[in-house]
């Protein structure tokens, strides 16, 4: 008998728990199939591990997800996690974000991680995850699950296929409608995911985490890690096979890895006017304008009683506002970059919402430049960060 948690592991030949310790994952969504991926990233004992969901656990989520507790109906998902986790593993750190994660992650959080999980269950958030992993240059791994089917698919581009070049002439429609289209959004938000079973869950959810410790593995052993390629699994049948995706010459979402540049450095207590003139010093360009990742809401007006507020907050654009007064759908004033002239760019990105570890872009002097919104150094950083981003430990 042995009092190390690890020791079965450990007689594997190539494993290495070290670096397990200090790898640290990124999974997106903790439905059916992130519980699964959680549950085996923390009995491999993965260091560290960023949870990010917005949504709240239901009963109906009791009969797929084996992290979750009839007491913990109502809350937080992330929360959940973080409870679960330390009963499970408290070895791991576990960070949560509850939100969009659209709005929640920076790319930067992505360029440091080993791996990104995907465990989401529809198509525009599968698109910007797959545009923050390509452009932090780190290893997507997507999920997905049917009644009777799973898949996962790896991606790594630029030299290999990203997600949207999987994507079929109707999901690009689908797309821009739910950008366009009000009467779409609705159907698409209140829509039921396609029904599926745990047992379904455990076996994609397995699979995935088998990879990502292929990959983080892979300098010790000969297995080849599928990088893109789709693994299917039908479960009613007992069927499993892979098969490389193709290339999309013309995808027009097909993401690069990016380094920022580290001068002039910002971070996100900064305000944005004095970014903003950094770098039209740096670029010896008055005319420089910041293009953001995401757009800011300057404010809406609402159609129905006229009524008209600023908001000054990050948004993802596509996610429709009320009324406060009448609940009418209100009119987005939205902007996707910086020059100087708006009311709001003595605020900070953190104050605007912006998410720790944020990539903008800078452009101007013929030449465009991508740089990180570092944290603020010093004492006072933890207080100076955005709330609902800060770790928590899984004990």
Known sequence: MTGDRYARLADIEWWDQDEVRGAHAVVAGAGALGNEVLKNLLLLGWGTITVVDLDRVE?????RSVLYRPSDVGAAKVDAVVRAAGELNPDCRIDVIADDLRVGLGAGLLHRAD?????LDNVTARVALGQLAGQAGVLLIDGGLTTWEGALRLYLPPDG?????GLTDDDLRDLTLRHSCLAYRVRAESARGIPTTPTVAA???????????????R???????PIGHELRFDLAYDRFWQVGIPVNPDCPLHPTPVLPAATPASSGADRWVDILDRWRAALADGEVVLRLPLPVLRGWTCPGCGRQDAVHRA?????????????AEVALDLVDQIDGTQQWH???PYATGFPRWSWVEAYGGGEARVFELAEPAGPDSAAAAPPGRAGKDGD
């Open 59 to 63: 009963a109906g989520n009791l009969s």
């Open 161 to 165: 296929p990203c997600y949207v070049c």
């Open 115 to 119: 791996v990104v999980l995907g465990c």
């Open 315 to 327: 948004h993802p654009g596509d996610r429709p506002e009320r009324c406060p007064a009448c609940a």
């Open 346 to 348: 003595r605020l900070s």
């Open 203 to 217: 076996t994609v959810g397995a699979a995935m985490v088998q990879q990502a410790m292929r990959w983080l593995s």
């Open 219 to 225: 300098d010790r052993h000969d297995m080849t890690v």
